[in-house]
């Protein structure tokens, strides 16, 4: 990361891959920000569909700064945040996916709330989810547990958005290091376990956000990748913190019903027999939370 900061300023870094559709919507809910100290880097991984060129145009006007890979070639989000983590100069850091926009003022009420809490390093509030067109579906509510800085709580439950929802100093990113380039999916999971280990965390009851569901969101997609990269973060949450055994049996409770619900849907990844095995495992080491999701309570 950039050695030399801006106190004050907000770097928000925005990796980009093919989002042509939203990408304006996602940077004019930075533009209009009421919290102006700020600067916008767009990392384009290889987009092929118009958005880089779109990205081209905010530079040119001076309103964003514009990286990319060598020879613009794909390369995942992680290496598209670390690469924005290597010439962010901000004091925070605030990620916004490419088509997701941020509430007008989610950095001006994040930063106040880091200002005046200084052993805090990372805060997070609700949010609302929307359909493709932006259309209103359902509120998203973070849940502030009566022990919010117990990393138990989040390896186990994961229960808020690391990427639009949170701001996080930048003295944190340096302590807990880059994302996993080794991770095509969960990398948010994983570095929001790693930060939860470092820093106390803070709340705002209050939506940051506005997270956009559509058919190629990456979170609607690939879940088997998701779901199998989530058995090597816990594997390595466990070799690097000293989580409870309970922590780690009920969230690989949690991990092998998701497998379960992967192979057992109608899709490619459809699998009766390893689906059956991963419910096996899940009612094994959680039973009582795989029965009642199995029952919808």
Not at 193 to 214: A, S
Not at 218 to 236: C, D, E, P, V, Y
Not at 244 to 258: C, D
Request: proline share 3%; net charge negative; hydrophobic share 35%.
């Amino acid at each position: 990361m950039n050695s030399e900061f801006s106190e004050g300023m907000v770097s928000v870094m925005i990796p980009v891959f093919n989002r042509a559709e939203y990408i304006a919507e996602t940077l004019e809910s930075i533009y209009s920000q009421t919290y102006k100290n700020i600067e916008i880097i767009a990392i384009d991984d290889g987009s092929t569909d118009g958005s880089f060129e779109f990205l081209e145009l905010q530079r040119d006007a001076g309103k964003i700064q514009l990286i990319t890979h060598e020879n613009r070639v794909n390369k995942g989000q992680s290496t598209a945040l670390n690469l924005g983590l290597e010439k962010a100069k901000g004091q925070y850091i605030a990620i916004l996916d490419s088509d997701d926009v941020f509430e007008v003022d989610k950095l001006q009420l994040q930063v106040e709330f880091l200002s005046n809490n200084p052993g805090f390093g990372l805060v997070y509030g609700n949010a609302t989810a929307t359909n493709a067109d932006g259309e209103y579906i359902y509120d998203i509510k973070g849940k502030f547990d009566p022990d919010p800085n117990d990393p138990n709580q989040i390896l186990l439950d994961c229960y808020y958005s690391l990427p639009s929802n949170s701001l996080v100093s930048r003295e944190c990113y340096v302590t807990a290091g880059g994302f996993n380039e080794l991770y095509r999916a969960s990398q948010d999971h994983d570095m929001l376990i790693r930060l939860c280990e470092i820093t106390n965390v803070g709340f705002i009851p209050q939506k940051m956000f506005k997270y956009r569901k559509h058919e190629g969101s990456i979170s609607q997609s690939s879940l088997l990748k998701r779901w199998s990269t989530g058995f090597k973060i816990l594997n390595a949450a466990k070799a690097r913190y000293p989580y409870k055994g309970s922590t780690i049996r009920k969230r690989s409770a949690v991990l092998h019903f998701r497998m379960f619900e992967v192979y057992s849907a109608h899709n490619a990844d459809r699998n009766l027999l390893k689906g059956f095995l991963h419910l096996s495992y899940a009612g094994i080491l959680d039973p009582i939370r795989a029965l009642k999701h199995l029952f919808g309570t």
